[in-house]
């Protein structure tokens, strides 16, 4: 076997086979020997105008094995499901330092809590419940790992953090420092998954949890979403 972590990238679709090309030749000529060769994707990005092609050569050859990534260290699986269907599912963002949610936290009622502040959780009933929190606010932020802890100390099981924007947090935003104080599962999403969910929890929605999988692959590619 040949592994592979270079490449090139062109502005126009590069073909899976070039015939005359020392690169392209060498390579089958190895494969024609029995051996398996795999060609990383590359760190191109998304695709988009200015990056129309963004997967690598020679990955891109044929009979080359190009790999796809894996997202097991921060991500967790998380459904919603409503009026038994489900209507969608993501991997989300796992904190670091975060233990994951369990299967078992499934059907676990979920309760926004605004910003997540002590003040916010006053008059809220959070107790074995999971804990809706929002970035922010912009003019007077709490850290992720104060919003944690309040849950926490109102008794929720579990926090659910989501952007004021559309996108992910970023996963580097996401780590939890609370000085050695244990903290509760915490996941982040796009400020658009909780959009969708706080409308379908209105309907009586709920969310559903996997186990931890040591082999999940990633919902997306440099190519974009798949």
Known sequence: MINISLGFSSKNPIPSIIEGDP????????????????????????RHKD?????????????????????????QIVSIEWNQKTICTIN?????HSPPFTKDMSDTPVVDCNYGSAEDFKNLSVKGKIALIARGPKDKPISFS??????????????????????????????????????????????????RLKK????GAHLMFQDQDNEVIADFSSAGPC
């Open 146 to 195: 104060e919003k944690n802890l309040n849950a926490k100390r109102a008794g929720a099981i579990g926090c659910v953090l989501y952007n004021f924007e559309d996108s992910v947090i970023d996963s580097s935003l996401l780590s939890l420092h609370t000085d050695d104080q244990e903290c509760i599962p915490n996941i982040g999403v796009s400020g658009n998954f909780a959009a």
């Open 200 to 203: 379908y929890l209105q309907l």
């Open 51 to 75: 990056n129309p092609w963004p997967l690598l050569a020679p990955g891109l050859f044929d009979k080359v094995i190009q790999p796809s990534a894996s997202d097991d260290r921060m991500s």
């Open 92 to 96: 989300t963002l796992l904190s670091p």
């Open 23 to 46: 690169f392209d030749e060498a390579i089958q000529n190895g494969i024609r020997k029995g051996i398996v060769i795999c060609s990383a994707a590359g760190n191109d990005g998304a």
